[in-house]
């Protein structure tokens, strides 16, 4: 810990007897600064209004005794206001926890200042105890170094009423010395009062953020969920009714086809749900497909149309760009998710999918000649009456920047429109340049 943070953690105005009514948020690094700040003005302003005074309460004083007194508090006070300036780090701890160093610097001035008189710089050097007591301490130390201060200057006063000038120049002074105590204590309570605003604020964003990080885990694990998990339950029970209205007059071979196929839906949903589990507890990253993008895409569009029966084509594009491995594997959710659905809703015999890239990003098109949705009906609609493959395909266009529509072809059917953006050719270099330096 260095030196200012050391003192930004002592500052705390439980330190000394004189507590503060508002307490200081001792986390906050800018109002304790500022406040140190301050402090350090005020006492190089008594530093200087003691250098300039002090000729003058040198010139007044006896010889001898008296003198050396003034002489000695001159020095004491000069070298009490320097060392909180050039020291602050480490004295500023000691003044908090000890505000009768603070009484004693008062009554160097005070000997200085009778000395002297009202009308001289010195005069001009108490104004600084009570801001300073302000500062440090409150209300009740500004109360206190005030009512302290008063005393003095009306103790000098007394010794120096026969010159003319006197009066208003103490009372000038009186109230500047109210005025920098009130200034003072203000100046702190705001700045305490802010930070404690400034930490709630930050507070509530760090918990909306959290919130919101929470929210978002919980609908990217529905998404993969229904995607995999739901879905192959769903085939599971299709073969679980196949298999029990086949039972009664079947044949054994066909019961065991029959059942090898539950098996096999079960070992997959078993499979899938052990990969959401890992991926829960353990924040496995994403892997992209050996083949890439267009390999992946047709081998799974040559499985859904030998499973369903369903003429689907499909043209790789030419030349395709090396894409990120949560892109990848969103892209290929969807196309999934926007097959199954012309499967089990659309009663469609043909299904075509394009894939194209350009400067602009990427754009996939699903389109069938099924029965279409409703007319007028809008994807938030669909989202709404518990359509969740939907609503997951458009939150994986959303997570990469991209969107998601729903149309009629000429033709008839239904149509999955999906635009991405692509990052910059740079963008990974960039990346793996700033992880590197990090």
């Not at 075509?352 to 809008?378: C, N």
């Not at 939150?395 to 999955?416: F, H, I, K, Q």
Request: hydrophobic letters at 45%; proline letters at 6%; glycine letters at 10%.
């Amino acid at each position: 810990m260095d030196t200012e943070d050391g003192a930004i953690g002592s500052w705390s105005p439980d330190a000394g007897y004189l507590a503060d009514d508002a307490p200081a948020p001792g986390s906050l690094r800018l109002q304790l600064n500022a406040l140190q700040a301050l402090c350090r003005q005020a006492f190089a302003v008594r530093l200087a209004a003691i250098a300039v005074g002090a000729p003058f309460a040198m010139t007044n004083a006896t010889d001898g005794l008296p003198r050396y007194g003034v002489l000695s508090a001159a020095v004491l006070g000069i070298m009490g206001s320097y060392a909180m300036l050039r020291d602050w780090d480490r004295l500023a701890p000691r003044l908090l926890a000890h505000p009768t160093l603070l009484a004693a610097d008062l009554g160097f001035g005070a000997i200085l200042l009778l000395t002297a008189s009202p009308a001289s710089p010195l005069a001009y050097a108490t104004v600084c105890t009570p801001l300073l007591a302000g500062l440090l301490y409150g209300w009740r130390g500004s109360g206190v170094f005030t009512g302290l201060q008063l005393v003095v200057l009306l103790t000098v006063y007394r010794a120096w009423e026969h010159r003319p000038g006197s009066g208003a120049n103490t009372l000038l002074i009186a109230g500047f010395c109210i005025a920098a105590g009130i200034i003072g204590v203000t100046l702190r309570n705001l700045m305490f009062r802010f930070g404690t605003a400034s930490q709630a604020l930050s507070e509530a964003n760090s918990r909306l953020a959290v919130a919101e990080a929470v929210e978002s885990e919980r609908a990217r694990l529905a998404r993969e969920m229904h995607d995999s998990v739901a879905k192959t339950l769903h085939g599971l029970a299709l073969a679980a009714e196949a298999l029990a209205a086949s039972a009664d007059g079947a044949d054994p071979g066909t019961l065991k086809r029959q059942a090898t196929v539950v098996a096999g839906a079960a070992r997959r949903a078993a499979a899938e749900s052990r990969d959401l589990l890992s991926d829960l507890r353990h924040h496995t990253d994403l892997t992209a497909p050996p083949g890439g993008l267009t390999a992946e895409l047709t081998a799974r569009i040559a499985e859904f149309s030998t499973r369903t029966g369903i003429r689907t084509t499909y043209d790789p594009p030419l030349g395709a760009p090396p894409l990120p491995c949560t892109t990848t594997h969103h892209v290929l959710a969807i196309v999934s998710e926007a097959l199954e659905n012309t499967h089990r809703h659309a009663r469609a015999t043909r299904v075509e999918v394009e894939l194209g890239f350009s400067t602009a990003g990427l754009d996939l098109h699903v389109r069938d000649d099924g029965t279409g949705l409703p007319p007028g009906l809008a994807l938030d609609d669909l989202t709404r009456t518990g359509h969740f493959g939907l609503q997951g395909m458009a939150e994986r266009a959303a997570s990469l920047g991209g969107t998601l529509n729903l149309g009629r072809p000429t033709p008839g059917g239904t149509e999955v429109s999906v635009h991405l953006p692509l990052p910059s050719p740079s963008a990974p270099h960039a990346s793996q340049e700033e992880a590197a330096h990090a």
